[in-house]
């Protein structure tokens, strides 16, 4: 296993390092003085809502957007200023932009053509690549005569089979349906880790880049807000911004009294995990995810150290799980997930008691 | 098997009824318009006879003998001129709907308007304004004269080449649009992804563009030598007597010495020879196999 993306700058040469990176459109600041390093094998991921300058930052590695300044180094080498055609990089399309006057064969076969591989080796790598994608049987075919999920494979193998060590992805599953956006979610990394390559994935799909990603970076106007593992910053998301943007939150606003407790403004007070009250002082947003909350009757035990008390407004059952509205005294209405597992259902006006976890609460600053 | 309901059956066969219906106007006006005067036209080729005698049909085939004897020379103009004037549009307007299609992001429609504006002023006068810009005492005359590519007794008017320039630019339009709309329809990710897998932008042109815009390429040519190949007005205003082509000659066949028989047959192997070189020419660049 390869570092991660924080504490890369060690034994091994990163993959990518962006310096500096800027880039403006007019007025628009679209990527603002971005550093990053991302180590190699990593599948790592970029997420952000539409504009926060995601896109951009890949195609200035892709090299399709010069930038208005700063470095981008691959596997250690400058390639700033340098055409799309010479970096050792491949990129697969939102659009999938296949070509639609050539076979699929043709269309995976483009870059080793283009590279000058000898015919039997195209023969035998672009075999090899449709079969790892499962479209062996439609070689001869054209690109309109496929369906989405096929056609976005087939971009797949057009840029894995000329094996670069770096693979950009933008948006690749946006135009997919729900159910085949999942199964090719698994397929994506089971190729990751077969090529065992770098990838990086763009999307503004928060639970796609945690399927996936080894790492996640969280974009916002230009500068990246939050990195680090899924699980990492799901719990600890740190800013308001990426709790919202990052799954559900429930957030209350409160003040720092203690080494490990927040006051709530309507006067609750909540235990907190010390390490993530290390960088916080004074007004504060506690937040706690729905998932973390656990309902029992009021007046039972709560089994919880935090724990306040409140009614069920809304209570909707989708299968594995029931979500919850709970309004409270001093904190609003929260939501709560439940599992099904067989325990108690709630109805609106129940009168509950929620509880969690201090180690499940997290601080974040305005 | 179960049987189908009336009411199925019978909005099937209005299902299969509606091409039939959609295409009616357009075939009987063929049919009215076109595929009767030829008919006409073939009958009227094989009579004999003279306006004062009347003609009768006697299945003389004579009428098309004469194209290969009399008119050889007419014929080699149509189809030379035809041809150049094909091959400088192209020259002319790949690039200017290249241009368009790629890099006037904002102004567009104005250039488009620009080509098309012209068409909106009647073929005559255009042919007729391109006499006095290739006049004698004109800019162009004497600007070649300055550089020394035309002697100082030249001249352009009543050449080949004020034909050929008529020709090129009373077209130009109908080259330029199909080519420019092939090209616009291209998506610009198709050219990156070229990029992407090593085709340098001379590469992704010859790869990617250019089979994407053959179409283009296809129709906008064939709407250029087709009428250029029966086109008379601009030798008639431009060029002389030595530039006659198969149109000049049709039209004095039919509209001066009244010689319908000839004229028919005429017309009828001009046409017969352009569908020919069409049919050839679009079998030959219009197949996929030679798009790849």
């Known amino acids: 296993m390869t570092t991660g993306p924080n504490s890369a700058a060690g034994e091994t040469t990163p993959a990518v390092e962006l310096v500096g990176l800027t880039k403006t459109f007019g007025d628009i600041v679209a990527v603002d003085g971005l550093t990053l390093d991302i180590a190699e094998n990593l599948f790592f991921a970029i997420i952000g809502p539409s504009g926060c300058g995601k896109t951009t930052t890949l195609r200035m590695i892709g090299g399709f957007e010069e930038p208005t300044a700063g470095t981008i180094k691959l596997h250690g080498r400058d390639v700033t200023g340098t055409k799309p055609y010479q970096r050792p990089v491949n990129t697969v399309f939102q659009s999938y932009a296949l070509f639609p006057h050539l076979t699929i064969f043709e269309n995976v076969a483009f870059g080793l053509r283009r590279q000058g591989v000898d015919k039997t080796d195209v023969d035998r790598r672009v075999g090899d690549m449709l079969d790892l994608v499962h479209l062996a049987q439609t070689a001869k075919r054209k690109p309109r005569q496929l369906s989405g999920g096929q056609r976005q494979r087939?971009?797949?193998?057009?840029?894995?089979?000329?094996?670069?060590?770096?693979?950009?992805?933008?948006?690749?599953?946006?135009?997919?349906d729900l159910k085949l956006r999942k199964e090719m979610q698994l397929e994506l990394k089971r190729i990751q880790q077969e090529v065992?390559?770098?990838?990086?994935?763009?999307?503004?799909?928060?639970?796609?880049?945690?399927?996936?990603?080894?790492?996640?970076?969280?974009?916002?106007?230009?500068?990246?807000?939050?990195?680090?593992e899924p699980v990492e910053i799901y719990d600890d998301p740190r800013t308001r911004f990426v709790a919202g943007f990052l799954g559900a939150s429930n957030l209350m606003d409160g003040t720092v009294t203690g080494t490990d407790e927040v006051t709530l403004t309507g006067g609750h007070t909540f235990h907190v995990g010390p390490d993530k009250l290390a960088r916080a002082n004074g007004a504060v947003h506690v937040g706690v995810r729905p998932e973390k909350i656990h309902l029992t009757p009021s007046g039972a035990d709560p089994g919880h150290a935090n724990s306040m008390a409140g009614v069920v407004t809304d209570s909707s059952f989708i299968g594995v799980s029931t979500h919850y509205l709970v309004q409270t005294e001093t904190a609003g209405e929260l939501t709560v997930v439940v599992q099904n597992l067989g325990a108690t259902r709630f109805a609106p006006r129940d009168s509950v008691t929620l509880s969690w976890d201090p180690e499940h609460t997290f601080v974040v600053a305005e | 098997m179960t049987a189908r309901t009336d009411a199925?059956?019978?909005?099937?066969?209005?299902?299969?009824?509606v091409p039939y219906l959609l295409m009616a106007p357009g075939?009987?006006?063929?049919?009215?318009?076109?595929?009767?005067?030829?008919?006409?036209?073939?009958?009227?080729?094989?009579?004999?006879?003279?306006?004062?005698?009347?003609?009768?049909?006697?299945?003389?085939?004579?009428?098309?003998?004469?194209?290969?004897?009399?008119?050889?020379?007419?014929?080699?103009?149509s189809l030379l001129f035809a041809f150049g004037a094909t091959v400088i549009g192209l020259l002319v307007a790949y690039p200017l709907?290249?241009?368009?299609?790629?890099?006037?992001?904002?102004?567009?429609?104005?250039?488009?308007?620009l080509i098309?504006?012209?068409?909106?002023v009647p073929f005559l006068l255009r042919t007729l304004a391109w006499r006095v810009i290739l006049a004698d005492q004109g800019l162009v005359v004497s600007f070649l004269k300055t550089i020394g590519l035309l002697s100082e007794s030249g001249r352009l008017l009543s050449t080949g080449w004020a034909v050929l320039a008529g020709l090129v630019y009373n077209y130009l339009a109908f080259i330029t649009l199909p080519i420019y709309i092939s090209l616009d329809k291209i998506e610009p990710a198709l050219l990156e992804a070229a990029n992407d897998l090593y085709a340098t932008p001379w590469t992704a042109f010859r790869k990617v563009t250019l089979p994407l815009s053959m179409p283009g390429i296809i129709s906008g040519?064939?709407?250029?030598?087709?009428?250029?190949?029966?086109?008379?007005?601009?030798?008639?205003?431009?060029?002389?007597?030595?530039?006659?082509?198969?149109?000049?000659?049709?039209q004095s066949k039919f509209l001066v010495i009244i010689d319908y028989p000839a004229a028919?047959?005429?017309?009828?192997?001009?046409?017969?020879?352009?569908?020919?070189?069409?049919?050839?020419y679009v079998r030959r660049v219009g197949t996929e196999e030679l798009l790849t």
Do not use: C
């Open chain 1, 196 to 228: 065992g390559i770098t990838f990086i994935h763009v999307t503004h799909d928060q639970e796609e880049a945690m399927t996936m990603a080894d790492a996640i970076a969280v974009m916002r106007n230009g500068r990246i807000e939050r990195m680090g």
């Open chain 2, 8 to 17: 199925a059956e019978r909005a099937d066969r209005r299902r299969r009824r």
């Open chain 1, 154 to 176: 087939v971009a797949l193998a057009r840029a894995l089979v000329n094996h670069p060590r770096l693979l950009l992805l933008d948006e690749p599953l946006g135009a997919l």
């Open chain 2, 116 to 120: 098309i504006v012209p068409l909106l």
């Open chain 2, 97 to 113: 709907a290249y241009a368009i299609a790629f890099h006037t992001s904002r102004w567009k429609t104005l250039f488009l308007l």
């Open chain 2, 221 to 250: 040519t064939l709407l250029t030598f087709i009428p250029a190949a029966g086109d008379y007005v601009n030798v008639e205003l431009l060029g002389n007597r030595n530039w006659t082509m198969m149109g000049n000659v049709i």
């Open chain 2, 27 to 77: 075939l009987i006006w063929l049919f009215l318009f076109y595929v009767l005067p030829m008919f006409r036209l073939v009958i009227t080729s094989l009579q004999e006879g003279s306006l004062e005698r009347g003609y009768t049909f006697t299945g003389n085939f004579d009428s098309y003998a004469s194209v290969f004897t009399t008119y050889l020379p007419q014929l080699r103009n």
């Open chain 2, 264 to 280: 028919a047959a005429i017309s009828f192997t001009l046409m017969a020879i352009i569908v020919t070189m069409v049919i050839i």
